[in-house]
């Protein structure tokens, strides 16, 4: 029986009639997202068209996940919304604060004891307002959604960007801050622009080494980190048709990683066969009777160009194995070419680590292919040359495969088995040696491989791969190893090959776990208090952003002009950082340093204006606040590329920037920094972005005017007295230039105006 079957047969109910509207006042075909979408319409029944690309749209999600390190600060603002319970389905998942270090039992052991308080304070607010809780060890978010919430044509949010794994079950499920979270929890409206669509064909079929990762990670190669933003992908052929459920979701998964509003796949079989190996047969039930309605329409299929902004067409039979990286996750290289590309580029070819699992690559699929590999170490009398790591998705899937066996043969291959968390993934990985930062070379089956994010050290360089490619790569420690064609030496001294991996889709013999790791909330929360202590290092209670003063911005002082990459771990970093989340004024003390200073190439080193020393990020915009001074953030291109996180805009705002100014931005930073009452702003001339310097002051002169479609224009005084005009575009409508107003839209809602 599956949670909310309800709300789910309530989606199907409406979808017929909503969906053959919408496909009578479109005038054509639809897509499956357009389908979605269209049912998911905040005032019901279509009754327009909307421009892709253009149009700001109210949608009505049917849930909401949030998993506890950036639920910390959703839930601290939902208490602000005054609200006696959430208005819809909603999960808190506690996966982000356990760090990897020793093994399974220690690690999760210690997280317990170290962030009892912040467990504590989820679980109650969580029982206060009617939020399903899923226990530290139950699993990463991103597999438990799967597992137990995603459905065939819902719409979902959540708080991590690879919320987007739920599409590999049909739905439109988008990553987004924890203020759009508390939106929807609240009852209300949820904004985003319609997006563009972009159709991938699949046709042929995977085979031998190659995997559903190698289609993502392809196809990062050809979009690169920021080709899908502002549009959803969505897979379709015989190639999307002939693949697993949970594979399905290891691309849409990764679809965040080329800037993707989200990434969706057509209801079929698979997906059938997953719903009910999860004991989920009413979904799936309830999906076989409108499942014309839960896929695109055939003639979107048969004619893509005409339907999709964009469409690439792949041929699963020719795909090759591939490894994406270092340190960014669109740098594809087929693994034939892998020896003579890291030789080229000097990358380090022996293999420290390589590490298995995380929400893109931790179902029993997964774990059973690479196990067929891991069984080879014995079977050819092998020994492995890297230290290697599995991360269990779920409590489900770890105790499903040591039923089947599994652990033990990784086990036999001297492998470590991690708590069901993200770890090392998200940087919490208590990596041995990492202090020393040596350069060196890691493997590994997750989504990004930022500089810095696995272990803290930048000189090492990680590379993204299949689960099953990885394992080999973990036997061989070697970068330019291609199971494919190479042999390696037994402890006989004969060469031997790798066999292709093989593995079920789904286990013979069902899923079982003794505790799955679920707390239902109580039935009446009422009587239930949520205590935060004014000491706490850890959890600090929210007081609002002050609303704008109605005057332009003036003598404003640049703090930094951010060079090149900038994601959300340049501006807030993860790490042992997560300890601080529900904290927004220790958290602070992490903004932006990871970003480059343009001017000095180094990190965290800033000028302070008002002293003429150089300082920490974060020193210098607490003494530029002090001061009564406010300040502004210029970037690049695609800035706050990466996670969710919306404390890479609460921070900024709480440290009295008033301005991010930039060439471009991530879909869900910019959204972030709109709703916590900031001006996200982008070059009209991206090369006035080298006319900024070092010293300047900076005035808006017609902020007061502030306006849909009106560009605002700024004054760069420099130090000699000289001054640059420059123009900056923005995206804000009536509603978000209301949160400016008023601070935020947070305050909004607390004031019972949204």
Same mark, same amino acid.
């Given at each position: 029986?599956?949670?909310?079957?309800?709300?789910?047969?309530?989606?199907?109910?409406?979808?017929?009639?909503?969906?053959?509207?919408?496909?009578?006042? $479109?005038?054509?075909?639809?897509?499956?997202?357009?389908?979605?979408?269209?049912?998911? @319409?905040? &005032?019901?029944?279509?009754? +327009?068209?909307?421009?892709?690309?253009? &149009?700001?749209?109210?949608?009505?999600?049917?849930?909401?996940?949030?998993?506890?390190?950036?639920?910390?600060?959703?839930?601290?603002?939902?208490?602000?919304?005054?609200?006696?319970?959430?208005?819809?389905?909603?999960?808190?998942?506690?996966?982000?604060?356990?760090?990897?270090?020793?093994?399974?039992?220690?690690?999760?052991a210690r997280a317990k004891t170290q962030s009892n308080e912040v467990f504590d304070f989820l679980s109650s607010v969580s029982d206060k307002y009617g939020i399903g809780f899923w226990k530290p060890g139950a699993g990463i978010i991103h597999q438990v959604v799967l597992e137990n919430y995603a459905f065939p044509g819902g719409m979902m949010i959540g708080t991590d960007s690879h919320t987007v794994n739920a599409g590999g079950l049909g739905m439109v499920a988008i990553g987004v801050g924890g203020a759009d979270a508390v939106d929807v929890m609240s009852g209300m409206a949820w904004e985003l622009k319609f997006p563009k669509l972009i159709g991938v064909k699949l046709i042929g079929k995977l085979s031998g080494w190659t995997a559903p990762k190698d289609v993502i990670l392809k196809v990062a190669g050809i979009l690169t980190v920021k080709g899908g933003t502002g549009a959803i992908v969505e897979y379709f052929g015989e190639g999307a048709t002939s693949m697993s459920c949970t594979g399905k979701g290891t691309i849409c998964n990764m679809g965040a990683e080329i800037g993707a509003t989200t990434s969706t796949f057509g209801y079929d079989a698979s997906m059938g066969r997953y719903l009910r190996s999860t004991n989920r047969a009413d979904v799936a039930d309830a999906a076989d009777k409108v499942a014309d309605y839960l896929t695109g329409d055939p003639e979107v299929y048969a004619n893509p160009e005409k339907y999709f902004d964009q469409v690439i067409e792949i041929n699963l039979s020719e795909l090759e194995p591939h490894l994406n990286g270092p340190f960014t996750p669109d740098l594809a290289t087929p693994i034939s070419k892998m020896k003579e590309t890291a030789i080229k580029n000097n990358w380090p070819l022996k293999i420290e680590v390589a590490l298995i699992g995380s929400c893109t690559n931790s179902s029993y699929e997964d774990i059973a292919r690479a196990a067929s590999i891991a069984k080879q170490v014995t079977d050819k009398k092998l020994k492995i040359k890297s230290k290697f790591t599995i991360t269990?998705?779920?409590?489900?899937?770890?105790?499903?495969?040591?039923?089947?066996? =599994?652990?033990?043969?990784?086990? +036999?291959?001297?492998?470590?088995?991690?708590?069901?968390?993200?770890?090392?993934?998200?940087?919490?990985?208590?990596?041995?040696?990492?202090? #020393?930062?040596?350069?060196?070379?890691?493997?590994? %089956? =997750?989504?990004?491989?930022?500089?810095?994010?696995?272990?803290?050290?930048?000189?090492?360089? !990680?590379?993204?791969?299949?689960?099953?490619?990885?394992?080999?790569?973990?036997?061989?420690?070697? @970068?330019?190893?291609?199971?494919?064609?190479?042999?390696?030496?037994?402890?006989?001294?004969?060469?031997?090959?790798?066999?292709?991996?093989?593995? &079920?889709?789904?286990?013979?013999?069902? *899923?079982?776990?003794?505790?799955?790791?679920?707390?239902?909330?109580?039935?009446?929360?009422?009587?239930?208090?949520?205590? $935060?202590?004014?000491?706490?290092?850890?959890?600090?209670?929210?007081?609002? *952003?002050?609303?704008? &003063?109605?005057?332009?911005?003036?003598?404003?002082?640049?703090?930094?002009?951010?060079?090149? #990459?900038?994601t959300t771990d340049h501006i807030s970093m993860a790490g042992p950082w997560l300890r601080f989340r529900g904290h927004l004024d220790n958290i602070s003390n992490n903004m932006l340093i990871g970003a480059i200073n343009a001017f000095n190439q180094k990190t965290n080193t800033v000028k302070n204006q008002l002293t003429g020393v150089y300082d920490a990020v974060p020193a210098v915009a607490r003494a530029y606040k002090a001061a009564g001074v406010p300040s502004i953030? $210029?970037?690049?291109?695609?800035?706050?590329?990466?996670? %969710?996180?919306?404390?890479?805009?609460?921070?900024?705002? =709480?440290?009295?920037?008033?301005?991010? @100014? $930039? +060439?471009?931005? !991530?879909?869900?930073?910019?959204?972030?920094?709109?709703?916590?009452?900031?001006?996200?702003?982008? =070059?009209?001339?991206e090369a006035d972005y080298d006319k900024i310097q070092e010293n300047d002051t900076i005035n808006f002169t017609d902020l007061v005017d502030f306006a849909p479609g009106k560009p605002l224009t700024i004054e760069f005084v420099h130090e000699d007295g000289s001054k640059d005009i420059i123009m900056a575009n923005h995206t804000y409508n009536e509603g978000q230039i209301g949160w400016f107003v008023a601070g935020s839209a947070l305050n909004l809602i607390a004031a019972g105006k949204a």
């Open positions: 029986m599956a949670f909310d079957i309800e709300m789910i047969k309530k989606v199907y109910d409406n979808m017929t009639s909503r969906v053959d509207a919408a496909r009578e006042i $479109v005038g054509h075909p639809l897509t499956l997202t357009e389908k979605i979408l269209y049912n998911h @319409l905040w &005032d019901g029944k279509p009754s +327009k068209a909307f421009a892709r690309g253009t &149009d700001y749209v109210d949608f009505s999600p049917d849930r909401v996940a949030c998993q506890d390190a950036t639920a910390q600060m959703a839930l601290l603002q939902f208490m602000h919304a005054g609200k006696a319970q959430v208005a819809v389905p909603t999960t808190v998942h506690c996966d982000h604060l356990i760090q990897a270090k020793v093994d399974a039992v220690t690690d999760l269990p998705g779920s409590e489900v899937v770890r105790y499903t495969i040591e039923r089947d066996g =599994f652990i033990d043969i990784f086990d +036999k291959m001297g492998a470590t088995v991690f708590a069901n968390a993200c770890g090392p993934c998200i940087g919490m990985w208590d990596r041995e040696g990492a202090e #020393k930062e040596e350069r060196n070379t890691i493997v590994h %089956s =997750f989504n990004r491989n930022f500089s810095k994010r696995a272990d803290g050290n930048p000189n090492t360089m !990680a590379f993204v791969g299949s689960p099953e490619l990885v394992t080999a790569m973990a036997i061989a420690g070697d @970068l330019g190893f291609n199971p494919l064609t190479d042999t390696l030496i037994n402890e006989d001294g004969e060469e031997v090959m790798l066999e292709a991996p093989t593995g &079920d889709e789904l286990p013979k013999n069902g *899923f079982d776990a003794e505790d799955p790791g679920f707390q239902a909330p109580a039935a009446d929360g009422s009587g239930i208090q949520v205590s $935060v202590s004014e000491t706490s290092e850890r959890l600090q209670l929210l007081a609002p *952003f002050a609303p704008w &003063d109605g005057k332009n911005i003036t003598s404003a002082k640049l703090l930094i002009k951010a060079f090149g #990459k900038c953030v $210029v970037g690049d291109h695609n800035y706050g590329e990466g996670s %969710s996180r919306e404390h890479a805009a609460m921070e900024p705002r =709480f440290l009295g920037v008033k301005a991010v @100014l $930039v +060439k471009s931005f !991530a879909r869900i930073h910019e959204t972030n920094l709109k709703k916590q009452g900031l001006l996200g702003l982008t =070059f009209a001339n």
